[in-house]
Structure formats: structure tokens, C-alpha cells
């Protein structure tokens, strides 16, 4: 049986409804040898040409702000707001007439100080004009806005623009397609507008009313013409809106000799914030200690939330003090454009209209050779004159640090710069990044949930849970003695296994004797054991006696080393590493823990 194409028919169907009248007329009016003389039908025309134009001016000049506005508030009043404004398109028209005839009327207050002027007139026209067709374009542009990533806004602001830069430079260039298709909309209505403007404007004639004139003293002959007239000035605008793009800028850019900037070391990094969001609480405090540091935590801790409270873009209380040489400074109340700190949120956030020459020049007062310095340094400099939709994931985020390195930021915040990246790269990011620190003494403090990157890139960590800090410190030390299980699992410590202190305080696995401890028999703990701290040995071979008996039940051969999984009486799994030759699974082992290698703690 052949299959009805549904798509295709309805969209047919539909295309057939609207397209048939236009046709009919063509056919007829082709028929007849033309169209009888209507005069007055060419100032008609221009009468409408030029107060549709001027409308549609002054519904852009005060609509597209509006749609920001309304696209960026949240809360009642904005959602209130948001439906009344499309109020007009659900009046007929000519109860929008009768509306404004009220405000505007000849007896009305403001038509009575204009002196009547604003009714029957070309101004009465485009006031008409105005309140009929402005939704078209608020609505466009309101859900135009609404889909611009809030992160590029963000990331200009830790760029230096305010808010009115942020919103001409960023907002508006993004959003520029849904807002020509509002403006496109809103002309077309204006152009076509009856009913508000026969009860405020009559005269001058515009288009339609002179069309309804015709019809009405001589009937429907005479509407040829103007009808005629009217779809040949809709289908030339629409043409020509299809076709009119503003020319893009094709100039190839030309760098300058680069010119390293010169490395002032990074303050060191002192917060105390916090702040609520949706009814998550933040409240985070940091000491100044290091000039680099690393958040882990996991998922929905409030990680990034601590960025943006560090970078100005969420509005906490308390402080952040930058601690250089000319002593600490107290950057709370500052907005983001004023701090000085560059922001690379989880997404590059890189402008989608601009190539990457403009990209890092973006940042307010970007100094052209600096900028060519950090292209060349991040290997960017022959991709110059590409958007960036023709780069890889990790040219973005090259991209998105040269930018953020261009404007010499004195703290630089990194939210997971490398997530979702392959190997290879990632690991040449993060090394670059490290290479970066240690030449310029930039002070950073990066997030992320990966425990190797945060020693590799960080002097000082914290660890964030719930919202709260759960640990923090000199690196080496956290990673040492992590306060709880949690906290060790945080830091990608294996080997966590839970257990109970037996008679004597002695830490028992099944039958086999751990370690000592000063503990209360019946005291349950969780207890662990670094990997390359375990020595394996098998069954029959030398040094099997002692230690806890297991079964290798997995064996991982890695490039460097060989990661055995061995699982213990209990149903406990231990992993050890070693860079030897590894015994293969089901191979019954024996594993030796030096007792002094064990950190245990007491549940609470
Ligand atoms: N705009 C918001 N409205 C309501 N809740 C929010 C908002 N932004 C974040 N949250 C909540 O705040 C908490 C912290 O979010 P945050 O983005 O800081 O987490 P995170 O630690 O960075 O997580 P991840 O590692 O998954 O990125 C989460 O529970 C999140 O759901």
C-alpha cells in the first residue's frame, strides 16, 4: 500500500489556501486587459509606504529594548507584563481604534494639547500603526533574546562592557535574525493596517482605506488597482528583505608583531561569600594562601556558583580580597566589568558572528599586539579569520583563554576548561595552562571534578559540598589526610572499605590483621590503602605467608603500570598497582599492607 506523504499534503493544503486568491486575481487581472483607473490610488500608496516605514522605525527603536527587557526579568511583573503587551493582537482592530481615540481623540487630554493633530492625520496613521503591529515585533524579539546564551553576556562582562555594550555588542548581533523577522512582520502589518486607522486616521488615505473606499461607492472593478498595487509593494518588500543582507566584512586580518605583556604575579585569592540562588545556599571562605586553586566537589556542589560570585555575576554578600603587591584589595560591590577578572565559564562562550582575530580583540581596551602575542603562544595565529563554527572543541576553548588572557586579567576563573575534551588534548591543555601559570605567575582558580587536574594546576584545594566547604588547604595536604570517606572519594582515593576495630583496637579484614589503632573495640570505620602501596604476591611464591588472602578477579594493563583487582574473603575489592608482570585472574594472592600506609576513620 502506498504510504500518504502527510507532510508534504498538509503543508500543501495550506500552502493551496493562501496562495490560490493571490493567483486568481493574477489570472483575472491579466484577463482583462488591466485594471481601471483609480485615482488618488498612488498617494494612497505612498501615504502607507511612508507610515508603515516610520512605524515600523519606531516600533524597532522602542520595541527591541522592550523584548530585552522582558527577555532578560524574571518574576511576575515581567511574566505579566510579557502577556499584556501581546494584548494588541487579540483586539480587533477596531477596538484598538476606539482605544486610542480615547487617549488620543480630539476631546481626549493629549488630542486636546496637540490641537487635534493627532487624528486624521499621517501621525494618527502611525499611531495606529504602532499599537497594532509593535507586538509582532516584542514577541519576536523577546523570544530572540531569550536564546542567546546568557554565558556570552556573562563572559563581556568580565570582558569590561557594561551593560549598555553588553547589550548592543553581544545581545543584539546574536539575536539580529528573529529581530529583521519581527521587524519584517511588523511593517507588513503596519502596511496592511485597517481597522484601528479608519476610526483614527480616515484621512489621508492610506492603501486599505482608500481600497474600502473604492469598494464602498463603486464597488469591487474599482478595488483592482489598489489590490493590485498593494500586493506588488508586500511582494517587493518581501523579496528585497530576503535578499538585503548587510555585507560582511570579508578583510583578512593582519597581526601585529606580537609583544609579550609583561608578567605581573597573580594576587593571592581570598573570599569569604554567599549568596542564595533558587533556594540553593552558597556560603564558601577561602583564606589568602595561594595564588592558584582548585574547587572539586561533586555535581550541583556549587561550584560554578563560587566562580560567579568571584567574577561579579551573581549577587552574593560577603568579600573577595586580591592580595598583591600593593596589599589586599576589596573587590566587593564591584561589577564584573570593573574587576578585572577574566571568566571561562563550561562553554567558550565565543561570539558566533565574530572570527577569532575579533574574538580577542573583543575584551574593552584589548591591545592588538598582546592579542597577536596569545594567538601565537595558544597556536592560533593561522585561524586568524575563522568563526568560530569552523573550529575544533579545543581551539574554542583556545580561543576563549586568549581572549580572557588578552586583557591581562589579575585572577583568572576556569570552570572545568577542559570537560568533554579527548586525551590527548586535554592533556596538552592542561599543560599549556600549567606552562602558563608558572611563566606569567597568573593566579587562577579553576574547577573541576577531576582530582589529577586539580593537583597538576592548583597549590591550595577546596573541596565544596552541599554548597558548604568540606575541606581545603595546601594541596599536598588535602590530598594527604582527607577529613572523611567523602572527602578521600572526592580526591579519587581508591580503596575505600568499610570495617570494624576488633579487641585491642586491632583493625580486623575477615580474619586478617590490618593495622593497630587507638579505637574502641566495635568502633566502625571506613579505612584505606593507596594503591601502589600494596604488595601482591602469590599463594606459592616467596613472602606468601601473612597479610590478607584474596582473589585476582581483574586485571587492567595500562600504558605505565598494571592496575590488579583483587577481591578479599569479606566481598571487599582492594585495587593494587604495580609495574611488573601481574598475576592473572583467579589467581588466589596475598596482599601485604604496611599498617603505617592505612588512614581510617571512625563513622560518626
Ligand atoms: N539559576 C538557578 N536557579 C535555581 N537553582 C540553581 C540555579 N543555578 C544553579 N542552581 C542550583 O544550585 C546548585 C549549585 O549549582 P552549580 O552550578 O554551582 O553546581 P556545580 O557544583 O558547578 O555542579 P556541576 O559540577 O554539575 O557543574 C545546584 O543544585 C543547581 O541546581
Known sequence: MNR???????????????????????????????????????????????????????????????????????????????????????LPPLISGVLLVYLVGPYAPLGALTGGRLTDTRIGIVLAQVFVAAPFLVVAARSAFAAVDPALTDVAATLGHGRLSRFVRVALPVAGGGIRAGLLLAWLRAFGEFGATVILAYHPYTLPVFTYVQFGSTGLPATVLPVAVALLAA???????????LPRRRRQAVLPAPVRPNGRPGPLIGFDLTATVGGFGLAVAHPPGARTLAILGPSGAGKSMTLRALAGLLPAAGRVTLTGDGGPERLAGLDPEHREIGYLPQ????????????????????????????????????????RPDQ???????????????????????LDEPFAGLDTPVRDELRHELRALQRDTGMATVLVTHDPDEAALLADEVLLLSAGTVRQQGRQEEVYAHPCDPRAAR???????????????????????????????????????????????????????????????????????????????????????????????????????????????????
Open 347 to 386: 562553554d567558550p562562550a565565543l561570539l558566533p558572528q565574530l572570527t577569532v582575530w575579533r574574538q580577542v580583540l573583543f575584551g574593552v581596551g584589548a591591545d592588538p599586539a598582546v592579542a597577536a602575542y596569545w594567538l601565537d603562544r595558544l597556536g592560533l595565529a593561522d585561524l586568524a579569520d575563522r
Open 4 to 90: 500518504i506523504p502527510v507532510l508534504p499534503v498538509l503543508a500543501g493544503l495550506l500552502l493551496a489556501y493562501l496562495l490560490v486568491p493571490i493567483v486568481a486575481f493574477a489570472v483575472r487581472l491579466a484577463g482583462s486587459g488591466g485594471a481601471a483607473a483609480a485615482p488618488g490610488v498612488g498617494a494612497a500608496l505612498v501615504t502607507s509606504l511612508v507610515t508603515a516605514t516610520i512605524a515600523t522605525v519606531v516600533i524597532g527603536v522602542l520595541g527591541v529594548p522592550l523584548g530585552y527587557l522582558l527577555a532578560r526579568r524574571r518574576g511576575r511583573v515581567a511574566a505579566a507584563l510579557g502577556v499584556l503587551v501581546q494584548l494588541p493582537l487579540a
Open 235 to 245: 511582494l517587493t518588500v518581501l523579496v528585497a528583505a530576503d535578499h538585503l543582507r
Open 490 to 604: 572526592l580526591l579519587g582515593i581508591r580503596n575505600l572499605t568499610a570495617g570494624t576495630v576488633g579487641p585491642g583496637g586491632v583493625l580486623r579484614c575477615g580474619a586478617a590483621a590490618v593495622c593497630d589503632t587507638d579505637l574502641p573495640a566495635g568502633t566502625d570505620v571506613t579505612w584505606c590503602v593507596r594503591p601502589d602501596q600494596i604488595t601482591l604476591s602469590t599463594m606459592d611464591g616467596a613472602g606468601a605467608a601473612g597479610g590478607l588472602a584474596g582473589r585476582v578477579v581483574d586485571v587492567v594493563r595500562l600504558a605505565a603500570f598494571t592496575e590488579t583487582v583483587i577481591e578479599l574473603p569479606t566481598g571487599d575489592r582492594l585495587t593494587a598497582t604495580r609495574t611488573g608482570p601481574a598475576p592473572e585472574p583467579a589467581t588466589p594472592v596475598r596482599l601485604a599492607i604496611p599498617p603505617d600506609a592505612v588512614t581510617l576513620w571512625p563513622s560518626r
Open 391 to 413: 573550529l575544533s572543541g579545543g581551539q574554542r576553548r583556545r580561543v576563549a583563554l586568549a581572549r580572557a588572557l588578552t586583557r591581562r586579567p589579575r585572577l583568572l576563573l
